[in-house]
């Protein structure tokens, strides 16, 4: 049982944080944090260390929970919180949205930092959460004067609209939307417009705030809601009083509004009847007093509206916003904003900013020292003592130091690639060429260290400029950055994230820097080589800075000080960005390149013909090489030919000859990389040709005298634009549910349990009479709770941050933090675990394996079906996958934890025979199978016999043949796996927080392993933040290693997986393999009947069994979908391989069925050249047709079997037939740009296979008072599924839904 023995004395120094030298005069050792308009005493103060995250100090020193860790890259959004300083330039506050999980705590220093805590609370005391301003937080009153909460209006919003589910990622959406909220002009119109009061507020219209909400709120992630009801919220504290103006300015390929389209009344493309149809429910919704989700505003009698983007519900809840929330709630982050911060309002406190901060981390965790300097000497002088010996150096890494600005890219090298930096300098905003933007006649001047988002906006203001000449040049210089920077990561990173530092960073597939090189930039580099000298600056063009892979011409001791832009000419120069990513908002780019042309009239011959000429081009790609490269051969290609298609298809040649890559280069996709070139290239010529002909049309005075414009296709103008360039589409959607269907308790229909004199169940009288003896009021009304669309039970505290999730339980005394160590290897011998080195880091207090285990009786295995897995590996064992958990160590904190993990010596040995078995055609090739789980289905004949037949009865048979594959999935859970393991009774009895979908089986588990009776541990799982099947059997695993240390330490032991080390090692969705061979008849009249299948499943089920087989079971359930086949054939088998085990998903197989049986129609469609619509409803299942495994459609069987009568109805209603003649039309006509119609029926089983688990329970306590308590054996996981128990026991005792709990 390895323990560090000197663990105590270690612990002695984990929180001494920042210690002053004895040189320090020249600086302060203490950081001056605010957080919810509160000063941090210096005593936490002095805790926060160089290294350490905001997000790290507001959770783990400050206890300030609501802001989460989701993915600790800056990428989720789920640890938003809002940044403020006093501008002094401005001589205003600004206010900004970062990413705790990134930026420093040490760069909040002299800001203000609010949190999900500080803008309102579900309490009723709002002094005692997270300091909410007094003149903003008093608790909300109704009509009566009671008390109810202290939410803030984006809280009630996201409430009410049901913007929530799981909530883990809900304090971050709300602080996102509290600092869109926080900008000038944000305000509601209520606030903003002509009663603003002071006068203020920039007025601005809805449909302005609108379009900033929607091109803004880019960097929060939710797995749950489909983002429709976040939309719904956020655009209801926007849209007030609304006019057609403020509806969605829905465009079709056109480019033009539909709204303004001279067409509008004899157009009927989908767009403008959508935008018609939007026109309508709106001008309906003014006359219609119940509204959309009133109840009356339904289109009929039976539907109601419980979800909705459109007007009427908007401007309804806009009501309700204003008359609980006084205006002072949307001054709140001002009012929040410490006064001693402003100029003038503190000397003493300005006066301690203005001494320079010097950190030093003497703590175990040895976080280096931090500095901020208030000039540029004190930076540069800084560079040149850390820089290294002789100062010199081209890989900008600066040697012993490094400038950490946003820190969104030395924040992941040191969290992901475990970077160590000695030393940190965060440059303050004093030093204003670093941090400045401005422009001159010739040139932009971006500071260095500017913010990314400072540089859009003040992009944004010069292109809103009016008029003149000069206005006309910047503003063709600003688009192509400012269209380029929208897509640039988030919000809250371009927020902090700086341009020098993207230059430096040196990314082969950065986004700015082809951009910066085809400009023409020019970058200004600063050093101080002497340190009594003045500062030497050189100019450097960014096209020659790039030398190397993350390397830069750049001397160690030098800094970016400033970026030039060149102005364009005011006409016929034209630049256009490129980007192509997965998806298109905060991600990396595939392949991205920024391209500028300047056109000039030419003479074509002696004979006066006159052509447009390039003049000049600069073509810069990212994704293409190791570094941002210029295509040097086809620019020299291009200059001096004519502005032509021949010239620029030449070019293309040129273009793919220069940038051909090996099939293997880093990143793969060397083909498609190069097509994404070719074709922007492509699209450029046409975006050019386009400006020039608004150019030329412009300039009306010599438009005469200009050569002719080549001409485009008209097939080809969808080619025009691209997204990098226009309005982000608005969100809009309706959802409707029927009225529900009610029917009435077992207890009645059973036992005939009911009141003589009414039609209640007898609890529901019980409960109503304990109700009515305390209140005096007395009633017998039903409740009709259950199917109405009630907020989630916890929605209050999921957006006000005080719903607790695992990793949020107050830390008990003597927390212990554990980091597992993973197998780095597989297809190998586990040959030995070294924990010495580990045990001798400072704060290491313990290290388990297999070995302890053993020494407390506990039984090593686990498994859901088969006990094939284990919960560490022992020695001896061969490896199965890459992350495979071979122990744990439990430390002081996290960091040092995670330290200790990587410290363990771990030893393989390649004696396993064969090679690692990765695909499932590896697995076919090497019959590594679950063969024991085979299963397979028959009906009918031999299908083999009958495939190799042409004929049926006379009738032609066609035969097609092919295989299909899907992929695998990440879950994605926004909550990564967590448990909290707290033993008692010394270590005999334990308790287990845990995020789990499965209680019974971790309680199982973590009962074997530590040799405790199941009977004294307690599995507790209130709420996670997201599941999807994902924590069905592995998370398991989390809490048995925490459980296991827990007893082994008799000390509680959280472990909380990082969102890498989670998506490594827990598998997803399986992968799927389909080949098939199917038969169908052509019958006399031409229609097609279905006649015989075979097919063969395989999936990729990693490489122990966990739940593949039922997985691959409930896929041959579905392969049929809504067809019949008189013969079928299917055989399903789990492919063993040397990935992390695969285990449930969202449809658990179902999907992966269907898709086979959807690929085989249309391949059948082709095949026989029909419409796959008449091919699906022909060979639809009829009324008493049986499925191959034997359920019978039928009111005797089944029940009714809709599907068919729905695809009627739908084709019918939603034009199927006339939408996909349209979309032909659609293509016809555009070259570039494709529509098409997804028309699919789908049948999915819902029962477990295994029957016994088709039952659930519940147990119910029935108080004095009148209240209920419903304990029962769901999870909630964001589905909603306590809401819904309460609402069924509400109806079934006829009490307030609010009673139960």
Known sequence: MPINLSYESDIATLNNAAQPSSNDDNYRSTPLLYINSHRIPAHLATLARPNQTLLDFLRNTLHLTGSKLGCGEGGCGACTVLLSRFDKSKGAVVHSTVNACLFPVLGADGCHVTTVEGIGSWRHDANKNGGVNSSNGSAVTNSSGEETDNLHPIQRAMVDMHGSQCGYCTPGIVMALYGLFAQDGMLPTSISGDNSGDGNHKTTTAAQRQDYLEEHLDGNLCRCTGYRPIWDAARSLVSCHHSEDDLEEIRGPCGVKCGECPERESCEMDCNLESKKQMAASVAADDNEG?????????????????????????????????????????????????????????????????????????????????????????????????????????????????????????????????????????????????????????????????????????????????????????????????????????????????????????????MNPMLCSLGATLVLASRPKSDGGVVRRNVNVSDFFIGYRTVEKEDMEVIERVDVPVFQDRFEYCIPFKQARRREDDISIVTS?????????????????????????????????????????????????????????????LQDEFQMPDDVPGGQAQYRLTLACSFLHRFYLNCVDELTKDVAADKTEAVSYPPVPLIENDEECGVGGFVGVKKPSITGLQTYPEPKVAVGLEVEHLGMKDESSDLPLAAVAAAAAKSSLSDKPTKQKNNSVGQPATHASGPLHCTGEAIYIDDIPAPANLLHGSLILASKCHATLASINVEPALSIPGVAGIFTSEDIEKIGGDNKMGPILLDDFTFLPVGEKVDFVGQVLGIVVAASQEIAEKGARAVAVEYTDDVEGKAIVSIEDAIDAESFWTDFRHEMKRGGNVDEILNKSEVDGKRLVIVEGSMRSGGQEHFYLEPNSTLAVPSESATNLTIYSSTQAPTKTQDFCARVTNTPAAKVVVRMKRMGGGFGGKETRSVFVATAAAVSAKLMNRPVRVTLNRDTDMAITGGRHAFLAKYKAGAIVEEDGTIKLHALDVRLYNNGGCKFDLSGPVMDRALFHVDNCYFWPNFHSVGTSCKTSQPPHTAFRGFGGPQGLLVAEHIMDHFAVECNVSGDKLRRDNMYSLQDATPFGMRFGDGFTGMWNVPGMWDRLEKELDIPGRRQRAAEFNRKNKWIKRGVGFIPTKFGIAFTAKYMNQGGALVHLYTDGTVLVTHGGTEMGQGLHTKVCQVAAQAFNIPLDHVL
Request: aromatic fraction near 8%; hydrophobic fraction near 30%.
């Open 291 to 511: 509204g959309c989700c009133g109840g009356s505003g339904s289109e009929s009698g039976n539907e109601k509206c419980c979800s909705s983007s459109s007007m009427d519900k908007i401007q309804q809840y806009q009501q309700i916003i204003e008359s609980k929330h006084s205006e002072k709630w949307w001054d709140q982050p001002n009012d929040m904003f410490p006064k001693e911060l402003l100029r003038d309002e503190e000397k003493s406190v300005h006066d301690e900013l203005s001494t320079p901060l010097k950190v030093m981390d003497t703590s175990i965790h040895n976080g280096g020292t931090w500095y901020t300097p208030n000039t540029l000497e004190e930076l540069l002088d800084l560079f040149r003592e850390f820089s290294g010996s002789n100062g010199s150096g081209s890989n900008g890494s600066g040697g012993g130091i490094k400038m950490v600005v946003g820190n969104t890219e030395v924040g992941i090298e040191t969290k992901f690639k475990h970077a160590s930096y000695p030393t940190m300098v965060h440059p303050s905003k004093d030093i204003h060429t670093l941090h400045d933007i401005f422009s001159t006649e010739d040139y932009y001047h971006v500071g260095g260290c500017a913010a990314l988002g400072d540089l859009q906006e003040f992009c944004r203001s010069e292109m809103t400029s009016d008029g003149e000449e000069a206005n006309r040049r910047h503003e063709r210089t600003a688009k192509p950055i400012h269209d380029m920077l929208r897509w640039f990561a988030s919000t809250q990173i371009r927020n902090v994230a700086c341009l020098g530092g993207n230059l430096v960073t040196a990314s082969p597939i950065s986004d």
């Open 594 to 654: 920024g391209m500028r042309i300047k056109l000039r009239p030419a003479a074509t011959n002696d004979n006066g013909g006159r052509h447009w000429e390039i003049e000049d081009v600069a073509i810069a790609f990212g994704g293409m090489a190791p570094k941002t490269v210029m295509a040097r051969r086809t620019m020299d290609d291009l200059i001096g030919k004519p502005f032509d298609s021949n010239s620029f298809e030449d070019a293309r040649k040129v």
